[in-house]
């Protein structure tokens, strides 16, 4: 697969209705303490500070869901790319060896699909009706349909800023380490440890902010495409051998998955799924799948 450069994608339907109200996040980790300077303001820049803020263009003006209104335009790395030529998980394998940052847009006539990436990792994710697992699911059956798929490079900056967005803004309270997007009627600013980093003319109808964690999560595929994933698996005789150092078993077992292979199976016995082991340890479910489906092969776990 060779993905190749192409033309910016179109702007998206417009079909996610409004978030709720805002209201307080219940147990935000903030600083009351904290006590804005003038690069700190709640409200716009200064005239002074806006000089030297850059200001980003939004790259789909108007769109109704929340990550899509608030990403920086940003030409494509790669576009055009299609099911019928490239792998969507060899893809997205491919962005995560690579610690990539950015977003992919999936369009298939008038409906759309958005994921955020940090770290090569999905981390949100929205479409015309749903956001987070079921989103990156629907850009998952878009592609499989036909869908036209593009990815945009962030900086890791701006990227982290954006992990935040969901399906609801929060009140905002700024402090001297927050980290997310302050979204108001006149415009969206881009806050990065209590610094404003970037502008845009993005609005929501009400003031509103999206913290963003303090590592963003990876997003795993909803039970729906990827139930292997979400199952438990008992250990076998053959796969307690497999974590016995005084065993053959073991020295076999070590010599073809290594300590990443130990560390999982050692999750599985201890009754994690492997969606669970994969939010634990950051692990990709494209290196775990196989390694699920070679345990069951060789006899190491069963199915419960």
């Not at 440890?193 to 913290?211: D, H, K, N, S, W």
Request: net charge negative; aromatic share 10%.
């Amino acid at each position: 697969m060779s993905p190749r450069p192409a033309a910016s994608p179109e702007t998206p339907a417009q079909d996610v209705p409004a978030a709720q109200t805002p209201e307080a996040k219940p147990g935000s980790a903030q600083s009351t303490a904290a006590q804005p300077t003038s690069a700190q303001s709640p409200g716009a820049p200064t005239e002074e500070l806006a000089e030297l803020i850059p200001e980003l263009t939004p790259m789909f003006p108007g769109a109704s869901p929340f990550l899509a209104r608030f990403l920086p335009h940003s030409p494509p790395t790669y576009a055009g790319l299609n099911e019928s030529f490239c792998d969507l998980h060899a893809f997205l394998k491919f962005l995560h060896e690579h610690s990539w940052y950015g977003y992919l847009y999936a369009v298939l006539g008038d409906q759309t699909a958005y994921v955020l990436l940090f770290e090569g990792r999905t981390v949100t994710a929205a479409a015309a009706s749903a956001t987070g697992e079921q989103a990156l699911g629907e850009l998952l059956n878009l592609y499989e349909q036909g869908a036209s798929l593009s990815a945009h490079p962030l900086s890791a900056a701006y990227a982290h800023v954006l992990s935040g967005i969901g399906s609801r803004a929060w009140k905002f309270n700024l402090t001297e380490d927050f980290t997310g997007l302050h979204a108001r009627p006149t415009g969206a600013i881009f806050y990065s440890r209590g610094e404003i980093v970037a502008t845009l003319p993005a609005t929501l109808p009400y003031e509103g902010a999206f913290p963003a964690p303090l590592r963003p999560q990876t997003l795993i595929l909803p039970r729906s495409l990827a139930g292997w994933a979400h199952h438990h698996y008992n250990l076998t005789l053959r796969g307690r051998d497999g974590m016995n150092a005084i065993t053959d078993v073991y020295q076999v077992f070590k010599g073809e998955y290594g300590a990443p292979g130990i560390a999982f199976l050692r999750a599985l016995g201890e009754k994690l799924t492997p969606a669970e082991y994969a939010m634990r340890s950051d692990a990709a479910l494209h290196d775990l799948e196989p390694m699920v489906h070679s345990f069951l092969k060789t006899g190491y776990i069963r199915e419960v």
